[in-house]
């Protein structure tokens, strides 16, 4: 997999104002050419990724190509391979989505859903059902578009449908029809109309750093007013 350390090289031949996919493997694997061969898009999925490891390379994979649009789809990892409560995942999300409209306000944020898992993995279904309750409701109090993919891909147990997976966490190729037909439907409508930037950050021009937001931000709440907007320097 393509590690941040290797982004530099190849954003300085990737084109501005393109659809970015950002996240994981999953979006990794995505095969954005076969499904968008006429429009620009830039694949910055890394595989074993996790929502703070999206936030620390935002300059290189989301800020230096000035996107037309985000597709943001990330988390699982940090279900599968615990480090942080829900609570703590919340909060970074939250960072994650005010980082990204802040630094990047004239781009369509588009926050996906976590898919559900399967076979050895489906003990987490809860929890991914848990971080989309928040994601959800972190993307309505932001006025920001939410696409529920979890919904398309769980089958009547919960659990990610067998003939998209061969392994219960990634998808087959077949699997990225529905999502690729969906992001499809998505960009060829008018977005939502969202505020230029987050009102976390409404009162200063500074571009945040995703860490210096992270350590203002208390665990299990929404910082809509946290202290990093005191510096307008």
Same mark, same amino acid.
């Given at each position: !997999?393509? @590690?941040?350390?290797?982004?530099? $090289?190849?954003?300085? %031949?990737?084109?501005?104002?393109?659809?970015?996919?950002?996240?994981?493997?999953?979006? $990794?694997?995505?095969?954005?050419?076969?499904?968008?061969?006429?429009?620009?898009?830039?694949?910055?999925?890394?595989?074993?990724?996790?929502? @703070?490891?999206?936030?620390?390379? +935002?300059?290189? #994979?989301?800020?230096?190509?000035?996107?037309?649009?985000?597709?943001?789809?990330?988390?699982?990892?940090?279900?599968?391979?615990?480090?942080?409560?829900?609570?703590?995942?919340?909060?970074?999300?939250?960072?994650?989505?005010?980082?990204?409209?802040?630094?990047?306000?004239?781009?369509?944020?588009?926050?996906?859903?976590?898919?559900?898992? %399967?076979?050895?993995?489906?003990?987490?279904? %809860? #929890?991914?059902? =848990?971080? *989309?309750?928040?994601? =959800?409701?972190?993307?309505?109090?932001? *006025?920001?578009?939410?696409?529920? +993919?979890?919904?398309?891909?769980?089958? =009547?147990?919960?659990?990610?449908?067998?003939?998209?997976?061969? =392994?219960?966490?990634? +998808?087959?190729? $077949?699997?990225?029809?529905?999502?690729?037909?969906?992001?499809?439907?998505?960009?060829?409508?008018?977005?939502?109309?969202?505020?230029?930037?987050?009102?976390?950050?409404?009162?200063?021009?500074?571009?945040? !750093?995703?860490?210096? %937001?992270?350590?203002?931000?208390?665990?299990?709440?929404? !910082?809509?007013?946290?202290?990093?907007?005191?510096?307008?320097?």
């Amino acid at each position: !997999p393509e @590690t941040a350390a290797a982004e530099p $090289e190849k954003a300085a %031949s990737e084109p501005e104002q393109a659809v970015v996919f950002l996240g994981d493997s999953i979006t $990794e694997l995505f095969p954005l050419e076969s499904h968008f061969h006429d429009r620009k898009t830039v694949n910055r999925g890394i595989g074993g990724d996790r929502i @703070t490891g999206v936030g620390v390379r +935002l300059p290189l #994979s989301v800020e230096n190509l000035n996107p037309s649009a985000v597709f943001l789809m990330i988390g699982i990892n940090d279900i599968l391979f615990p480090l942080y409560t829900l609570d703590e995942l919340e909060r970074d999300y939250t960072v994650l989505l005010d980082t990204i409209r802040h630094n990047n306000p004239a781009a369509r944020l588009v926050v996906q859903s976590i898919l559900p898992v %399967s076979g050895p993995y489906e003990k987490h279904n %809860s #929890s991914v059902l =848990d971080l *989309n309750k928040r994601i =959800d409701g972190l993307a309505a109090r932001r *006025n920001l578009e939410y696409l529920d +993919l979890h919904s398309t891909y769980k089958n =009547d147990n919960g659990s990610l449908r067998s003939e998209y997976t061969d =392994d219960g966490v990634h +998808l087959l190729p $077949e699997g990225y029809k529905p999502w690729a037909e969906t992001v499809r439907s998505i960009l060829e409508n008018e977005p939502v109309k969202t505020p230029g930037i987050s009102r976390l950050y409404q009162h200063t021009q500074k571009v945040i !750093p995703f860490l210096e %937001s992270r350590t203002h931000c208390a665990p299990g709440t929404d !910082p809509g007013t946290h202290e990093v907007i005191q510096n307008h320097d």
